[in-house]
């Protein structure tokens, strides 16, 4: 299998792929953004993706969520669960006073946002595309240019850079979940989760409660709920729900089809194992 991922090596995309069970033994592709990873498989250039879909400290992916609505036709086939570890990072030879600019993905950012308030407070911060990215762009401008890139210990070692401050993250467990996309998803294993999205007529009352107890009196779980803009027009949202259970399970599917009656349009994202953890 050939698997994409938000590069350049050294991400912590890159260390998932290495503990998802379907990447392993496979080519693992990495891609410059969530989105070209995302499109490489609706293109068919690679078998499948392996994307970061929300954070415990910082909330979900946006840009992944986005995807899976905005562009359809992918599902999620598997989930994965990475402990995260934030390393604050610059060239040989830097000290954190040096430390002038930190450059991160948006996510680490916002993971460390106590870190960089307390020990850099001032400093600006500028987003790349991915943690690995960042470390690059430090090691390239060398000594003297008092940069400074968070992000996996593995980018350190890559790029040659030293560790200023180990494990700055703003809590102990923090935990980044990726999933998955390929063009199918999975067949019922009796561990399984299933994600949807769906809208609602806009003025309709009651509508989001119903589509919730469709899965309340069927006695099935639901782990997440969580709404994202149309990008239509304020106002307009849809709605990202994880429940317990497999797509093809007799309450499940008989859930399904009740919320199907319910909403204005409904997205299947796909049936899968639970990730342990």
């Known amino acids: 299998m050939r698997v994409a991922y938000l590069g350049p090596p050294g991400t912590f995309s890159e260390e998932a792929v290495g503990r998802c069970d379907l990447a392993r033994g496979g080519e693992h592709v990495p891609y410059p953004s ?26 979900s992916v946006n840009a992944t969520l986005d995807l899976l609505v905005h562009r359809p036709g992918l599902r999620i086939r598997r989930e994965v669960l990475l402990p995260i570890e934030q390393q604050l990072m610059a060239a040989r030879g830097t000290r954190l006073e040096d430390v002038k600019k930190v450059l991160s ?56 850079l030293e560790i200023l401050a180990e494990d700055v993250q703003d809590a102990e467990a923090n935990t980044t979940r990726f999933v998955l996309v390929a063009r ?64 093809a399970d007799p309450a499940c599917a008989e859930a399904l089809m009740g919320a199907l009656q319910r909403v204005h349009a409904l997205h299947l994202l796909g049936s899968y194992p639970r990730a342990q953890g």
Request: charged share 25%; aromatic share 6%; glycine share 10%.
């Open 34 to 59: 969530i989105p070209d990873a995302y499109e490489a498989v609706a293109k068919g250039e690679v078998d499948a993706a392996l994307l970061p879909i929300e954070n415990s400290i910082e909330g």
């Open 105 to 160: 993905h948006p996510q680490p950012l916002g993971q460390c946002a106590g870190f960089l308030r307390e020990r850099l407070r001032g400093v600006p911060l500028e987003a790349t595309a991915s943690t690995a990215e960042a470390a690059r762009l430090v090691a390239a401008q060398g000594e003297g240019a008092a940069l400074a890139a968070l992000g996996p210990r593995a980018a350190a070692l890559r790029y040659g």
């Open 184 to 247: 199918e998803d999975e067949a019922p294993t009796g561990r399984d989760k299933t994600s949807i999205a769906f809208t609602l007529d806009r003025d309709r009352p009651g509508g989001l409660y119903e589509v919730m107890g469709e899965l309340a009196r069927r006695q099935i779980n639901l782990s997440r709920i969580e709404s994202r803009p149309m990008k239509q027009a304020l106002g307009h949202y849809v709605f990202y729900l994880d429940f317990e259970g497999h797509r």
